[in-house]
């Protein structure tokens, strides 16, 4: 049985979250665990109409949420979104950096506008929000920010399903390495900097991809099956909570095993 000492530091009671992109997909399922291990959120995403209805579905749950529209990739709207939430809570605890977008061009076909969108939306974002909460930690002395990735950060074999993807591998291997430059970084200011990289997740993210990778990862995936995102989220929870506190720098693979073969 675990201690009440124990269960605490896998809290995230009154905690105050940032998560990005958290109207749809994995983002939403984080920020509902979050609310169910007792975070106030704010659900930070493009699509305003999308983040309220989630904003609402954790306020009706007896949590406490606010959505934000923001385009993470402009930082005058970044810096917006942060000055919302502490005039909102008082201040952060957690930044998910969740955002992103899938790609898949060949590199013989890759446009460098579509590049730089992929490298806008996938990184660019994480740094912007990073650099904007960090002075905010740095004064609090505490501090957790968790960058979503991709297990495409350390193979690239599965962006054959689409034909490409060097633009999306490349994008979310800079998040791996931003993660452990920031980490590195922040440690002195007892900060933690942690990414977690899905395999394929069963999010609209995929759509046109489904089926063809269905079938890839029953027969690739040790677990037989792909990642659904509240088990994303779950992993999420841990590198936020006070259980992961000696973890920094660090990538989670969260993709049933297939980091290991092929």
């Not at 699509?47 to 406490?64: F, H, M, N, T, V």
């Not at 990073?130 to 193979?155: C, D, P, Y």
């Amino acid at each position: 049985m675990m201690t009440t000492d124990a269960l605490n530091r896998f809290s995230l009671n009154d905690r105050v979250a940032i998560v990005t992109g958290s109207a749809s997909g994995i983002g939403r399922a984080i920020a509902v665990v979050f609310a169910q291990l007792g975070a106030r959120l704010v659900i930070a995403d493009k699509d305003l109409r999308g983040a309220e209805k989630i904003a609402d579905e954790i306020c009706s749950a007896r949590a406490d949420a606010m959505a934000v529209n923001v385009d993470v990739t402009v930082q005058e709207e970044v810096d917006r979104m942060v000055k919302s939430t502490l005039a909102r809570f008082g201040r952060i605890d957690i930044l998910v950096n969740n955002a992103g977008m899938m790609a898949s061009s060949t590199v013989l076909d890759m446009k460098e506008a579509n590049l730089d969108k992929t490298l806008k939306v996938n990184l660019v974002s994480v740094a912007l929000c990073s650099q904007a909460v960090a002075g905010h930690f740095i004064e609090r002395r505490s501090g957790k920010i968790v960058n979503i990735g991709s297990s495409l950060s350390s193979r690239a074999s599965v962006c054959n399903l689409s034909g490409g993807g060097a633009d999306y591998c490349a994008s979310k291997a800079a998040v791996q390495a931003f993660t452990r430059a920031l980490a590195m970084e922040l440690a002195p200011h007892n900060v933690n900097v942690n990414a977690v990289a899905p395999g394929i997740t069963n999010t609209p993210m995929h759509t046109g991809l489904w089926d063809v990778a269905v079938a890839y990862y029953q027969n690739s995936v040790p677990l037989g099956r792909l990642a659904e995102p509240e088990e994303i989220a779950d992993v999420a929870a841990f590198l936020a909570s006070d259980a992961a506190r000696y973890i920094t720098g660090q990538t989670i693979h969260v993709n049933g095993g297939q980091i290991m073969v092929d």
